[in-house]
């Protein structure tokens, strides 16, 4: 069994920098660390040297990074994996350092979404220097897609300290590290990706702020602002450039007593299981994981049925060339 003891990043490919770090910072109000490395943007939001780091080349997300407790912790995963017979490649040293780990292991998931698990994460310890007063307290939850929402339970369950705190039927699988109800989500979709990336404000005032701020901006909100029945929050889900889903979110429930913990199951077609105020509720769009082997690429987007009963559907135009692997950065 793996212990995670954290979220620690996403990495995410962008055809245009400039474009994808101006709305990280302008609109979504993350910090941009000082340049260190060409073709990178480090984008901070709480401790963390960075929670988002946006990488200039194809499109696509890249990886999701979650912390172990040290160095024989990660060597002891990537044994425990490598016996499961997965594929597991060891960083190098230029590749954790732009990461800000001392060292990490990279492996695909059952469902090629690509994931790392990283020791000694870089804290930084001065303020963060938010671009805008969002209200951002740090980097709450992050999104993977899966075609099978059980099956990825079953896979991070088995392997890792993850515990399901809610199902949303078959579309989606609410997981806890910690106390947090959830850090980690799947939802299903046709192919591996990133649904989308959430940040914690502090207070319902924020959630509204922002959802005003991003209006005027023409920023397209995707869903929002409602309130989540299973963890409590207070959400705004916002499309960023291309294809890449954020999330505000206020008030997330906390299991203290973990071994009383029940978990539900919320129909997705029944009124309120995603949005307890009734608002309009469709599923937000995912970033395509870049893989040599993935068929298609691109954002897939999922009408408001289809939480209940359809896989997802690309809906991006992504060329060849986009395809190609990025392991490397
Ligand atoms: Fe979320």
Not at 181 to 204: E, T, W, Y
Request: glycine fraction near 8%; charged fraction near 20%.
């Amino acid at each position: 069994m793996i212990t995670l003891t954290d979220i620690a990043y996403v990495r995410s490919g962008v055809a245009d920098l400039g474009a994808a770090t101006r709305f990280a910072t302008d609109i979504v109000g993350l910090e941009l660390a000082s340049p260190t490395e060409a073709g990178v943007a480090h984008l901070r939001a709480d401790h963390r040297h960075h929670c988002l780091a946006l990488v200039e080349g194809p499109s696509g997300v890249i990886s999701s990074g979650f912390s172990v407790a040290d160095s024989d912790a990660l060597a002891a995963a990537e044994t425990e994996l490598e016996r499961s017979g997965l594929a597991v490649r060891r960083g190098s040293a230029d590749q954790a350092r732009s990461r800000r780990v001392r060292e990490f292991i990279t492996f695909d998931d059952p469902f090629g979404n690509c994931v790392e698990l990283v020791s000694q994460q870089e804290s930084v310890a001065r303020p963060v220097a938010f671009t805008r007063p969002a209200g951002i307290t740090e980097f709450g939850h992050l999104c993977l897609d899966a075609p099978d929402v059980h099956e990825a339970y079953r896979f991070w369950s088995t392997r890792f300290n993850a515990r399901v705190s809610d199902w949303i039927g078959d579309a989606a699988c609410l997981m806890r590290i910690d106390p947090v109800h959830h850090k980690l989500a799947v939802f299903r979709s046709d192919g591996p990706g990133l649904c989308h990336m959430n940040f914690q404000v502090a207070s319902i005032d924020d959630v509204f702020r922002n959802w005003h701020f991003l209006v005027s901006r023409g920023v397209e909100i995707e869903m929002g602002p409602g309130r989540h029945p299973q963890s409590t929050a207070i959400f705004l889900y916002f499309l960023g450039p291309e294809g890449f889903t954020y999330e505000y979110s206020f008030g997330v429930r906390r299991i203290e007593n973990d071994a009383a913990w029940v978990p539900r199951t919320f129909d997705p077609a029944e009124a309120g299981s995603i949005d307890m105020w009734l608002g309009p509720v469709s599923r937000p769009s995912s970033q395509a994981q870049l893989t040599p082997a993935r068929a298609a690429g691109g954002r897939r987007s999922m009408s408001a049925t289809a939480w209940g009963t359809a896989t997802g559907t690309n809906s991006g135009a992504q060329s060849a060339s986009t395809r190609s692997a990025v392991r490397s950065r």
